[in-house]
């Protein structure tokens, strides 16, 4: 079955960095595009990052700059490297395969100012 399993979450102080990773099981990684979302408690899910199996990106605006995503097809797996992190970046962030329904459990981020 597919599973995404996320890590490299954690705690950080503003303006640090953390590098979440994402490792795709039961798919074909490399024909998959794939995504980073993130949720705050009460709020929906937003997008963050995408990466097509061809390696465009897409970025949120509220990350843009700071943010990288990118991809190993090698070790099925994606990443989200995080700069410049902001207090208002604490969220739980969730690897996506996109268009399908398939989620990772989520890793937490958490920003202190």
């Known amino acids: 079955q597919v599973q995404l399993v996320e890590s490299g979450g954690g705690l950080v102080q503003a303006g640090g960095s953390l590098r979440l990773s994402c490792v795709a099981s039961?798919?074909?990684?490399?024909?998959?595009?794939m995504g980073w979302y993130r949720q705050a408690p009460g709020k929906q899910r937003e997008f963050v990052a995408l990466?097509?199996?061809?390696?465009?990106?897409n970025y949120a605006d509220s990350v843009k700059g700071r943010f990288t995503i990118s991809r190993d097809n090698a070790k099925n797996t994606v990443y989200l490297q995080m700069n410049s992190l902001k207090p208002e970046d604490t969220v739980v962030y969730y690897c996506k395969r996109l268009h399908s329904s398939y989620w990772g459990q989520g890793t937490q981020v958490t920003v202190s100012s």
């Open positions: 990466i097509t199996k061809g390696g465009t990106t």
């Open positions: 039961g798919i074909i990684f490399s024909i998959n595009d």
